[in-house]
Nanobody, 123 residues
């Protein structure tokens, strides 16, 4: 049974940094594409970034380019999201998702989801 557990969220001031972690179990991460999504209050869930299983290439939404970095450690079955220069509009619940055949940033590509971790950016 595939399980994903996110951690690392919290309260941070604007301009600050956070690193989110996603611990995967029940499968070998090396065979899965992994992604981070987020959902702000009152808004739809949106993609942030993904790392593809085949070649570990990465893709980002525009708002994440240059500020966020997605990475993976297949040996540890971990996915990370390094977030720098955080803004109040980055406040959201951040979700980790994986799929063995996904390759992009569409929500419907991902079968397995974590429960999320709250990130709040506020002074």
């Amino acid at each position: 049974q595939v399980q994903l557990v996110e951690s690392g969220g919290g309260l941070v001031q604007p301009g600050g940094s956070l690193t989110l972690s996603c611990a995967a179990s029940g499968m070998s991460l090396a065979w899965y594409t992994a992604a981070w999504f987020r959902q702000a209050p009152g808004k739809d869930r949106e993609a942030v970034a993904c790392t593809v299983n085949s070649d570990e290439s990465t893709y980002y939404k525009e708002f994440a380019e240059g500020r966020f970095t997605i990475s993976r450690d297949n040996a540890k079955n971990m996915v990370y999201l390094q977030m720098n220069n955080l803004k109040p509009e980055d406040t959201a619940v951040y979700y980790c998702a994986v799929d063995p055949t996904g390759w992009g940033l569409r929500e419907e590509e991902y079968t397995y989801w974590g429960r999320g971790t709250q990130v709040t950016v506020s002074s």
